[in-house]
């Protein structure tokens, strides 16, 4: 029994750290972005690396997770759910450093007129994966107060659904860009942050599934 | 000794498909969810099984005494092996099927056969707990669903920890059902026997057991022999279409059923209610199916569904004619063949 406490408080712990881990590189995200723009290349540089560094960790933790619930004799279908989830919150730190590293390698040139929209995508977009770990934190130990952190999630999510739609309109329409080749890479770079929050709302789905499956 | 032996198969072929069929309203739940291995839950279900039955199952056997005195072999073979004619067709066709029902129509069908009065007082009691039985069990449900979502909520429970204490609780609650199952419906397997038998009393692990108890202890084995042998393909098939529900809920549906069985049977909890001048209630055999499907609309109704699968509702009201019906006119029939073809004293 103590050994099983033991082991349940380590998985929480893992599992926990590799929530923060997330944040942390959303957070750090948010930094590399506010100082590409201000073009402080030797800051945003150090970022990116941390952020590799950290997503390294990240995958160091999930295989760790996936290697104890599987030696747990958990029930198959909730072991099923947090592998699954786990692997899904994995997938945020990859895209956040896969779109890190286009930065340090393509280097995009923003206009000038777009920088505060972007800084605001990128806000919302932390906040989003904010409530995504506080979402995942309920389900594992306040189910009732999870649906709080799904409906922010949704509301972010459809906000930078919106400022995505603005800044492309603006790319495409708005006469700032003149070479159709910087206006699909722009576009592309807005999409590849976008995409962090539609993630984080798949995610939130799954967990509300999750969730119900397991409501008393 | 061996005569008698072969006059009670049917009452040990009622009590092995009681095994097969009610072992998947008790563990069924958690052994098809794969959080209990049917191997633990199958032999826990024995044990306890025999133990309630041999140590509780007099209570409610004892009604059914009342119901009908069978007082000779064949006779009472007959009535078992018609009530299990009637619950192995029923069940093979899909059919709502209790084997508390079957047994009752059996006896009555003897009553009439042998020409004895039916009490209908005690015929009256063992029908009010037919209606008595899933309604209780719903009661509870809605008590239990209630407190489980207070006490995790009060509690902030791991999730981890949580599936933890649900995995106990299921093999506690799924014991103490098994126990209940056992001290309940041990009186539909061996019930009709008792006034027809007399074994020699025997010593087992310094426990005496008189006639009735080594009665017992072979429908315990039975039944334990159905859990065994064919229950797993039950719970995994009839089983995941009832109860397609969360391990907490599993756990409520199980407690639930559990305590309604046990109150129905336990002679101990009669007497303490009577002493204390509560009201308590008759010591029949009851159907777990019933019970449990009786726990899941408490759920349900806890839950605040206003759309309750009233078919289900239907097919148990349906059951309560057809099956002790069934029952009666087989019995009847059965008896006339036992007494005229095979020339044998059935009353």
């Known amino acids: 029994m103590n050994s099983f406490f ?29 100082d590409y723009l201000d073009e402080n290349t030797e800051k945003y540089e150090e970022k990116i690396k941390k952020i590799i560094i950290l ?23 909730l072991r099923g759910d947090i592998l699954s989830l786990v692997k899904d919150l994995d997938n945020i730190s990859d895209m956040i450093e896969e779109t890190s590293k286009e930065f340090l390698i393509q280097k995009p040139k923003f206009p000038k007129v777009l920088h505060n929209q972007i800084r605001k995508i990128c806000d919302e977009t932390i906040k989003c994966v904010d409530e995504l770990r506080y979402a995942t934190r309920s389900f594992f130990n306040e189910v009732h107060l999870i649906n709080d952190h799904i409906s922010k ?61 397991r409501e008393v | 000794m061996n005569f008698q032996i072969l006059f009670i198969t049917s009452g040990l072929f009622l009590g092995w498909s009681l095994g097969a069929n009610d072992a998947a309203n008790i563990f069924g739940a958690a052994v098809s969810s794969k959080i209990i291995r049917f191997k633990i839950a199958a032999t826990l279900m024995s044990i306890f099984i ?46 709502p ?59 902030k429970m791991n999730l981890f920890r949580r599936y933890y204490y649900i995995r106990l609780s299921l ?22 026997f ?21 009665l017992f202890l072979l429908g315990g084995i039975a039944i334990a022999f159905g859990v065994i042998t064919y229950s797993k393909r039950v719970m995994y098939t009839v089983g995941n279409q009832i109860l397609e529900i969360s391990p907490p809920m599993a756990l409520i549906v199980v407690l639930s059923s559990s305590l309604v069985l046990f109150l129905f049977a336990s002679q101990s909890l009669k007497i303490f209610l009577v002493s204390n001048n509560l009201p308590s209630l008759p010591l029949v055999p009851v159907s777990s199916s019933q019970a449990l499907v009786g726990s899941v609309i408490g759920i349900g ?30 019995s009847y029939i059965s008896l006339f063949f036992m007494q005229n073809v095979f020339q044998q004293i059935v009353y």
């Open chain 1, 55 to 77: 997503e390294s960790d990240a995958d160091t933790l999930e295989r760790e997770i996936k290697i104890m619930l599987y030696k747990y004799t958990l029930v198959p279908n």
């Open chain 2, 194 to 214: 008792t006034n027809a038998f007399q074994f020699e009393p025997i010593n087992i692990l310094m426990l005496q057991l008189d006639s009735t108890q080594v």
């Open chain 2, 97 to 155: 099927v209790s084997t508390s029902q079957a047994i009752v129509g059996s006896i009555v069908g003897w009553n009439f056969f042998s020409k004895q009065p039916t009490q209908i007082d005690i015929l009256l009691k063992i029908l009010s707990t037919w209606f008595l039985c899933p309604f209780l069990a719903a009661i509870f449900a809605i008590i239990l669903h209630k407190s489980f979502i207070f006490l995790t909520r009060k509690m």
């Open chain 2, 50 to 95: 025999i133990i309630g039955a041999v140590i509780s199952g007099s209570g409610a056997s004892h009604t059914l005494g009342k119901l009908g005195a069978i007082s000779q072999m064949s006779g009472a073979f007959i009535v078992a092996l018609s009530a299990a004619i009637v619950v192995t067709v029923m069940t093979k066709n899909g059919l």
């Open chain 2, 171 to 192: 093999l506690i609650a799924g014991s103490f059902g098994a126990y209940s199952l056992g001290a309940n419906n041990i009186g539909n397997v061996m019930g009709v």
């Open chain 1, 153 to 213: 999630i949704k509301f972010y999510e459809h906000s930078i659904d919106e400022m995505e739609d603005e800044i492309n309109t603006e790319i495409f329409n708005g006469q700032i860009i003149n070479d159709l080749a910087t206006k699909i890479q722009l576009e592309n770079f807005i999409t590849k942050i976008g995409n962090v929050s539609d993630e984080a709302q798949r995610i939130s789905d799954k967990l509300a599934i999750f969730s119900i499956k």
């Open chain 2, 301 to 330: 109704l806890s839950k605040g569904a206003k759309n309750i699968n009233y078919k289900k509702l239907q097919k148990i009201a349906i059951g309560w004619i057809l099956t002790p019906l069934s029952a009666l006119i087989l």
């Open chain 1, 6 to 34: 033991k082991k349940s408080v380590d998985l929480n712990l893992k599992i926990e750290n590799f929530l923060e881990i997330i944040s942390d590189i959303s957070l750090l995200f948010d930094q590399v972005i506010n």
